[in-house]
């Protein structure tokens, strides 16, 4: 009896099981991270890519109006190209994230160019006069096993992944994406975008505009959109 079938669906199972750990939000096999915040009440709005000159301001005000607090995760080489907009998330009481320097499938990256990503737009964030960030979240969500020593060795504390993704990025996502932020409830951490990490100047208006339309209505249901500094996310909860 020939063993090569077990062997071959062995394998197989091996490497569907990897690719789930390097791609899935929930997956802990690659390192903790953190998927919802301790709150029943409390939604934590993240957004990737920026910061964006051409809608990143604008989003802001949004916010403001609403009196939301939220948590951007940026792109170093944006920041360096943007640093005022760095600044005024900051000063409007919004907490920052690291999302690397240039925006790298990191799966295929050794641990030291990790590091370098990490560690330069660390250097981008706060040379635009924010403090420096304790979170980072991976590009595309993707990691493998040395991702979460290189965040250990960059000086950073969690890797924030997410309950609800927005999607906000391709014409099809914008099309949904008032029928997937509908699903959002108490404890979830949201992706959205400000940014596109090809180039500045992304057209994210669909985002600030479903915003425009939720705000006000998680507010009336009861919920209550924070910042990750806020929702003390960086307990051990996943």
């Known amino acids: 009896m020939s063993i090569w079938p077990s062997v071959l669906s062995g394998v197989t199972l091996a490497g569907g099981a990897s690719a789930w750990a390097a ?5 802990q096999l690659f390192g903790r991270t953190v998927t919802r915040i301790p709150s029943r009440s409390g939604v934590a709005l993240t957004f990737d890519d920026g910061p964006n000159p051409a809608i990143t301001p604008s989003l ?3 916010l403001d109006r609403h009196e939301v607090r939220a948590t951007f995760f940026l792109i170093g080489r944006w920041a360096r190209a943007s640093p005022a907009i760095v600044g005024e998330i900051a ?16 799966l295929w990256l050794s641990t030291r160019r990790i590091v370098d990503e990490l560690v330069r737009c660390q250097q981008s964030i706060e040379g635009a006069g924010a403090r420096r960030p304790m979170l980072t979240r ?8 040395q991702f979460n020593s290189a965040v250990e060795q960059s000086g950073l504390s969690r890797v924030v992944m997410w309950s609800v993704m927005g999607r906000d990025w391709s014409p099809h996502g914008k ?6 932020l509908k699903r959002v409830r108490g404890g979830d951490i949201v992706v959205l975008h400000d940014g596109d990490d090809a180039a500045l100047g992304a057209d994210r208006r669909e985002t600030v505009q479903a915003l425009e339309y939720f705000l006000p209505r998680w507010r009336d249901a009861g919920l209550r959109c924070v910042s ?4 003390g996310s960086c307990a051990d909860r996943t």
């Open 60 to 62: 802001l005000d949004a």
């Open 175 to 180: 099309q949904k994406l008032l029928e997937r």
């Open 138 to 145: 991976p590009p595309y969500g993707f990691r493998g096993p």
């Open 23 to 27: 791609c899935h939000p929930a997956s």
């Open 228 to 231: 990750l500094e806020e929702a």
């Open 91 to 106: 000063a409007r009481g919004h907490a920052i994230g690291n999302h690397t320097d240039t925006h790298p499938n990191m």
